[in-house]
């Protein structure tokens, strides 16, 4: 690889601090030249053994790709796609070609595909069994050997079980190295995906489970926040679909609802699933919330099938959950709170001031009761004094009254006896 080298240049308007730094550079230059000689045996040295060190990797770097022969099943084909009926048998080829500088040898197989959690198709390590499309594929060379630039041509073929169901299946034909380092053995795949119809009854299917959603407010109560709803889809039927999926957020009876259409969802295989999140901005915090999740898919067609008119029952899930606003909360318990705080304050003292009241009321009727009691009291021994009084003085005049008439008595007596 060439460098550019880019020239040093000096301001033309700075003549005299170019005639002080042409001094300074010539002490530089002499400098440089001096630690150039005394540095320049390891610079080589390390700049061969650095190039030697390329050049020995660009050697030994291992190279190759693969892709669909131009064959009676097609040309220039992205990958491998069949239909055929049960018992059929179907011959096609793949390329090699060593993009190395060496010979290399590969070992060619086919084995049975399947999603990884991101929606990728991979396949069935070699030491893992075929069960499916895998299994049905014979090579004619399992082990080849192709020089430097050399494309080679292997043919294949593909025998359909008789007794095997109508519906998709997915498969890989690969072309693979195992690499030993330092004593870790691992296997580089390289190769195309193969996808099988079984010609019959199509039977497409989608289900939805695992709804789920959450939600992330902010500290005003009044802003929007975010909502996370989380899904899983899985194919159920016997084809290849091509799933959606539509998710509508919204508070108690329908409020504000917000209506988010799902990233692109990769294709499903009969039998597999995957899970998808979605983020749904600006959902208002209106104490409930209810995620709605409508799914829907399409067969997925070869060019020039007609499978359009195969309908896929759409599915539907939700789930709810909690949007509290909890700054607004806060602030309506502390309120509530004042309140009541207040209110039993009032209370309180309405209490104490009653008890107040009842207290100087229950002390002035005491008072007066006292009051009275010493009156009556008084006016009792008043009426005995007065009582002891009027007896003695009856007393005295009937003592001085007895002999008077006692006397006139014997008087009278003495005239009636003369």
Known sequence: ??????????????????????RRFRFAALAAVALAAWLAPVAVGGLDTARAEEAEAS????????????????????????????GETIDDAILVTNRSTTGI??????????????????????????????????????????????TVEIPFSVTVPADVPPGDYAAGLVASMSVDAEGVVTERRLGSRMHLRVLGELAPALAVSDVSVAYAGTPNPFAPGDATVTFTLTNTGNARLAPGAVVSVAGPFGLAPITVRS???????????????????????????????????????????????VDVTSVAASAST????????????????LVAWRLAARRRAKAAQQRAVGDAVAAALAERDAADASRATDASVASDASGATDASGATDASSDAGPTEGAGDGARERVDAG
Do not use: C
């Open 1 to 22: 690889m060439s460098q550019a080298v880019h020239p040093l240049h000096v301001p033309p308007s700075a003549p005299a601090r170019a005639s002080r730094g042409r």
């Open 59 to 86: 050697d030994t770097t291992v190279s190759w790709s693969v892709r669909p022969a131009d064959t009676l099943q097609g040309t220039a084909r992205p990958n491998f796609g069949y239909e055929a009926m049960p």
């Open 322 to 337: 909690w949007a509290v606003p909890w700054t607004l909360l806060a602030l309506i318990l502390a309120v509530a709170a």
């Open 263 to 309: 990233a692109e969802i990769p294709e499903l295989l009969p039998g597999s699933s995957i899970e998808r999140t979605v983020q749904v901005a600006g959902v208002l915090p209106l104490f409930l919330l209810t995620a709605d999740l409508a799914g829907s898919a399409d067969v997925v067609a070869r060019p020039g099938d007609d499978v359009a008119a």
């Open 105 to 150: 040898e590969l070992d060619v197989y086919a084995a049975d595909g399947f999603l990884t959690t991101d929606g990728s198709l991979d396949i069935l390590t070699r030491d893992e069994e075929s069960t499916e499309l895998g299994s049905w594929v014979d090579v004619e060379t399992e082990t080849v050997s192709v020089a430097s630039g050399q």
